[in-house]
C-alpha cells in the first residue's frame, strides 16, 4: 500500500525551480585481505583498508553553479591496517 499527502496550499510559479544536487566523487578503497596458517591451529592475518588512501570529495551540481564552484567539501579517513595472529583452541 503506498500513500501520498499534499499541502492544502499551492503556490504558482512561472518557471520550475533549478534542480540542485550533491554527488560524491567515485573512489576506490583497494581492500586487501591474506592469511597465512603456520600450524593447523595458528594462522596470522592481515587487513587491509583503503589502501590507496583516496580522498571523499563532495561537489554540488546545478544549472546556474560555476565550476569554480561546485566543490564542497574533502574528507580524508586514511588506511586502515590490521594485522594479527589467529588461533583456534
Same mark, same amino acid.
Given at each position: 500500500m503506498a500513500a501520498n499527502a499534499e499541502a492544502s496550499s499551492r503556490v &504558482? +510559479? =512561472?518557471?520550475? &525551480?533549478? %534542480?540542485?544536487g550533491a554527488a560524491n566523487a567515485a573512489t #576506490? %578503497? =583497494?581492500p586487501a585481505s591474506i592469511q597465512? =596458517? $603456520?600450524t593447523r591451529r595458528l594462522a596470522l @592475518? &592481515?587487513?587491509l583498508r583503503n589502501v590507496n588512501d583516496p580522498t571523499d570529495?563532495?561537489?554540488?551540481?546545478g544549472p546556474t553553479t560555476p565550476d +569554480? +564552484?561546485?566543490f564542497r567539501q574533502? +574528507?580524508? @579517513? !586514511? #588506511? $586502515?591496517w590490521t594485522? !594479527? $595472529?589467529k588461533g583456534t583452541f
Open positions: &504558482a +510559479a =512561472s518557471k520550475p &525551480a533549478p %534542480t540542485i #576506490s %578503497t =583497494s597465512y =596458517s $603456520l @592475518f &592481515a587487513n570529495d563532495v561537489e554540488i551540481h +569554480a +564552484a561546485q574533502r +574528507a580524508e @579517513f !586514511g #588506511s $586502515l594485522v !594479527g $595472529l
